[in-house]
């Protein structure tokens, strides 16, 4: 069973940055994408960036400029640094991965990290 863990969330005051890292672990045949979301409380969850196997990259149009999606294939990891952060990134962040499987392809989350800009 795969599973996508989270971590370098926290507490950056405005401006600063923060580094996110998301590790796939377990049977892990191919990941077609790897991304990063959002959730603000009593808000949707929206897309930050995402990145896909050959490399093209997306981003929201909220974090344009600001934040950087890059990947390990090998690895099985993605990671995101966010900078000049604002306290409208306050949220609780998720990595998602887009496993292709034999015959499906099927998306998978992980627990969320949270990230907290604050003075």
């Known amino acids: 069973q795969v599973q996508l863990v989270e971590s370098g969330g926290g507490l950056a005051q405005p401006g600063g940055s923060l580094r996110l890292s998301c590790a796939a672990s377990g049977s892990i045949s191919s990941i077609k994408a790897m991304g990063w979301y959002r959730q603000a409380p009593g808000k949707q969850r929206e897309v930050v960036a995402d990145?896909?196997?050959?490399?093209?990259?997306n981003y929201g149009d909220s974090v344009k400029g600001r934040f950087m999606i890059s990947r390990d294939n090998a690895k099985n990891m993605v990671y995101l640094e966010m900078n000049s952060l604002t306290p409208e990134d306050t949220a609780v962040y998720y990595c998602k991965a887009r496993l292709k499987g034999r015959w499906i392809e099927y998306d998978i989350w992980g627990q969320g990290t949270q990230v907290t800009v604050s003075s």
């Open positions: 990145i896909t196997d050959g490399g093209s990259t």
